[in-house]
């Protein structure tokens, strides 16, 4: 069984950064997509990130130049350094993994103060 557990979250102030991790458990996760999304209060849960097996990402429009996702397979682990965080940011941050059905973490609440 798939089991997805975010570290990282807090609260910082706007300029600040942030990393978030997942350690994924149950499987090998070396080959398959994983990704991370937000949750803002009363706004639909959209796309943050995502990394290959391979290491190729992709990013929401709003994040790039600010965040960067990486893995390491070795430790089953997925990052997300997040610098120049701005109030927009505040949100909970889920970690996905894609195993031919959709996993996701319990989430990790960010909070970024003005």
């Known amino acids: 069984q798939v089991q997805l557990v975010e570290s990282g979250g807090g609260l910082v102030q706007a300029g600040g950064s942030l990393r978030l991790s997942c350690l994924a458990s149950?499987?090998?996760?070396?080959?398959?997509?994983m990704g991370w999304f937000r949750q803002a209060p009363g706004k639909q849960r959209e796309l943050v990130a995502t990394?290959?097996?391979?290491?190729?990402?992709r990013y929401a429009d709003s994040v790039k130049g600010r965040f960067t996702i990486s893995r390491d397979n070795g430790k089953n682990t997925m990052y997300l350094q997040m610098d120049r965080l701005n109030p927009e940011d505040t949100a909970v941050y889920y970690c996905?993994?894609?195993?031919?059905?959709?996993?996701w973490g319990q989430g990790t609440q960010v909070t970024v103060s003005s």
């Open positions: 990394i290959t097996g391979g290491g190729l990402t």
């Open positions: 149950g499987s090998d996760f070396n080959d398959y997509r």
């Open positions: 996905w993994l894609w195993t031919s059905t959709n996993n």
